[in-house]
Structure formats: C-alpha cells, structure tokens
C-alpha cells in the first residue's frame, strides 16, 4: 500500500482481507499523516486509502468511500473540517487522534459526532482498536474518558428538555425545527422558506447546538413532544348539537323558531 506525499488514493496491495475497513487519515502535519498511513498499511486488518490536510476537499474524500476517518484534533479549526466531511460522508465513522482526556475536548469531540478517541500517548494498535470499534458502533476509550462521557451525559438527563417554543432558538430556527420535524430536507425547507440551502444547513448546525443535540433526528424527536403537548393541552372539541333534542327540550316543534 502506498500513498504520495499529496494525500492521493493507495493502491492496494492485495494483503489486506475483503472487507477490512477503508481508512483515511486526516492532519495538518504532514510527518504525523504519513507516519500513520505507513504503520496501518502494515496491518492486516485496515486499509488506509488516503491522507490529506484540511484544506483537502470533502468530495475528494468521499470519492475513496472511507470507512472510518482518522482526524487529527490537536490543530485548531479539526473538528469544524470535519462537520463539511461527515455531510460529503454521513456513513463514514471519525475517530479522533490525540484526544485529551479533559472534558471540554471530549464533549467537543461528541458534538461533533466523534466514534473513537486514541490518547496523545496512543499506540497504532490502539488506533486499530479504534478504528474496529468505531466499525462495530463501540466506544474503546480509558476509564478516565468514560468516566467523564458518563458524567457529562448524567448532567444532561438531569436537566429539563429545551422547548423548541422557547427562547433557546430564534423564530427562523423554530420553522425550521418544526420543518425537520415534518420530515423536510434541507433542500425542501430552502425552497419552503425562500433561502439558500447552505444557510439552512447553518440554521439546522445551530438548533443541534443550542438544543445540545448531533442528530437531526433528534430535532425530529423533539419537535414531534412539542406538537403532542401543544395539543393536548387545547380543550376537546364540543359535541355536535342535535337541532331536534334542543327543539324537544324547549317544547317547540321542529319548524318553530324562538
């Protein structure tokens, strides 16, 4: 397996097993890419198609269909890349390099929908792991990273659902919540709405942030319990007069009036 100093697709070298998981492998530095891309190309059971900085084109890596995207967090600005790359690759798994083990990396890290994270002290047998267990929807982390996902995930439970009728968004990021809800596209709430489909995707990124969400079908979700409970709480609907009862009642036949 080999790879030029440009980030270009590897050739395969025909020692990697069918189905073993397509690896591309994202960072500023280049000796840090290479590096990588070399020890995994010496493993059986990955196959590294690609490298590139963050200026590479999101479609330049979807056309490698990777599996599981390797990204270097330690530059500032990694994981804002990577949110136009898992658009370009909604399947593709990323597993974050050099991953502090502090809670504001680690949350930073799930908003942006990180499936693995390898330590700055990481071995290439612990990104294998990595990129394994990212492939098989697991989280392989240190007691210490978990510890901290679990904390910050027990704060949430405790805390009170945010109300998409509520001051949490602004009045275009309440329609378009509720449009998502309605099982819209982007595309379609821009022509809904009479905007551009990237200011949408800009609206859709803020909701998931503010509402501390990652999936928009968690918008969906939400959306769904706050029309539920806005209807619930309208009074049900009168029942239907009889003209003739009422007529009876007052003792006047059917073609008298009052």
């Not at 890349?81 to 658009?87: D, K, L």
């Not at 792991?129 to 210490?144: D, T």
């Not at 979700?221 to 609907?237: E, G, L, N, T």
Request: glycine content about 8%.
């Amino acid at each position: 397996m080999t790879i030029d100093s440009n980030g270009k697709p590897l050739t395969p070298s025909g020692s990697v097993p069918v189905g073993a998981p397509r690896v591309f492998v994202l960072s500023e530095f280049r000796l840090l890419r290479d590096g990588v891309v070399l020890a995994l190309s010496q493993q059986s059971s990955v196959e590294p198609v690609g490298a590139g900085d963050l200026s590479t084109p999101p479609q330049e890596i979807a056309s490698l269909r990777p599996d599981v995207l390797l990204l270097d967090i330690t530059p500032a600005g990694s994981l804002e890349a990577s949110r136009a790359i898992r658009e370009a690759v909604p399947q593709t798994k990323i597993v974050a390099l050099g991953a502090a083990e502090a809670e504001s990396v680690l949350m930073e890290c799930a908003r942006a929908g990180v499936a693995g994270f390898v330590a700055p002290g990481g071995s290439i047998g612990d990104v294998v792991a990595a990129v394994h267990s990212a492939m098989c929807g697991e989280l392989v982390c240190s007691p210490r990273t978990a510890g901290l996902l679990l904390s910050h995930v027990s704060a949430l439970a405790a805390r009170p659902p945010h109300d998409l009728d509520k001051d949490a968004l602004t009045q275009r990021e309440k329609e378009i919540a509720q449009l998502v809800g309605e099982g819209l596209s982007n595309k379609q709430i821009a022509l809904a709405l009479g905007i551009q489909n990237p200011t949408v995707k800009n609206h859709v990124h803020n909701i998931l942030s503010k509402l501390n969400m990652q999936r928009r079908i968690e918008i969906a979700a939400q959306s769904a319990r706050v029309r539920f409970a806005a209807a619930k709480s309208f009074p049900p609907p009168r029942p239907h007069t009889n003209g003739s009862a009422v007529h009876g009642a007052l003792g006047i036949g059917p073609d008298q009036t009052i």
